[in-house]
């Protein structure tokens, strides 16, 4: 089963979404249990894949919440999921960040 984070408004979910039209939809901020998923997550895409630095909810930040990027990126993520690259894809123990030509790719 292949289950897609995203937002509903997101131009790239919907670019991933109408490439997958078999994957679960699940909206990020509202349906994603993010306290089970974010190590996961992290773990198999690292910090730098998952935190998308050029958000506006980044640009938003302090330098003491920026910092946490480094060392509590779970807890940041958790409390900002807007913060959380777009979209996440999980496929058979698999995680995808994002829809650039290599995880579509990945999908054909």
Request: proline residues 5%.
């Amino acid at each position: 089963m292949t289950t897609l984070y995203g937002l509903k408004n997101c131009d790239t979910c919907k670019k991933a979404l109408k490439a997958l039209p078999e994957a679960q939809f699940v909206d990020i901020r509202a349906e994603a249990d993010l306290v089970s998923k974010l190590p996961t997550w992290l773990e198999k895409a690292g910090a730098k894949a998952l935190v998308n630095t050029r958000s506006t909810t980044w640009r938003g930040l302090d330098e003491a919440d920026r910092s946490r990027a480094e060392t509590d990126p779970a807890g940041l993520l958790a409390e900002n999921p807007t913060l959380i690259k777009r979209p996440v894809i999980e496929r058979d123990g698999d995680v995808f960040v994002g829809w650039s030509k290599v995880v579509a790719e990945a999908f054909s």
